[in-house]
């Protein structure tokens, strides 16, 4: 599972933490149709975009805060997407193996595991800060399969951005989309599609997977 957009409903109060990092640091610009395609990147990735005449340590200070920033904003507000509850109850209920793999810092995802719902139905994540290459590589998709000791083609991903999508189908995994963030045009390389994630259906899910799998 991705984790902001997906399982946390986080995306205006991360577009928040940028708004407030802009106010501080006069050198960092970035507008929301950017910020939208950015999801699911890296804050090094996203600074090198958008400041590559910056210096390292100066993008990597400017990482540091906006994560500070948004802990603060996010913290005893945290809030599950909606919808997605039910279906990890089912997921549990079944016992299928979870793991969060997500380009969201380990401080912010430690964070939700222990102040949210998401402790209930994971104890495991891999963060981008431990893979060589951020979405859209597949890397830490190959390492979450590789922590839950299940070939990439033996998973299914659940992603709300292309970036994740593309990470996703690139590490030979099945592909479950929800159009959080993104439209559903921009989600299409994707092997199931759901608008939000109260369609998502385990039984109908499973089935797409084995159909699939069987090609």
């Not at 549990?92 to 912010?108: F, V």
């Amino acid at each position: 599972f991705d984790n902001g957009g997906v399982l946390i409903d986080s995306c205006e109060q991360l577009w928040l933490s940028w708004q407030h990092l802009m106010k501080e640091e006069a050198e960092v610009k970035i507008d929301k149709e950017t910020f939208v395609k950015a999801l699911g990147k890296t804050n090094a990735l996203i600074f090198r975009e958008i400041a590559p005449d910056v210096s390292e340590e100066k993008r990597r200070r400017w990482s540091i805060r906006r994560e500070a920033i948004f802990r603060e904003i996010v913290r005893g507000n945290i809030e599950l997407l909606p919808g997605i509850e039910p279906f990890l109850k089912s997921l549990k209920k079944a016992k299928i193996p979870r793991i969060i793999a997500s380009s969201t810092a380990p401080e912010n995802l430690e964070m939700y595991l222990a102040s949210s719902p998401l402790g209930h139905y994971f104890d495991s994540y891999v963060s981008a800060e431990e893979t060589p290459r951020s979405k859209p590589f597949p890397d830490i998709f190959i390492a979450a399969a590789e922590k839950l000791s299940l070939p990439p083609e033996e998973c299914i991903v659940v992603e709300d951005a292309a970036t994740g999508v593309e990470a996703g189908k690139s590490a030979g995994c099945f592909v479950v989309a929800i159009g959080t963030t993104h439209t559903k045009e921009a989600l299409q390389k994707c092997d199931l599609y759901y608008p939000t994630a109260h369609e998502l259906n385990l039984e109908t899910i499973l089935e797409a997977f084995e159909k699939w799998r069987s090609l």
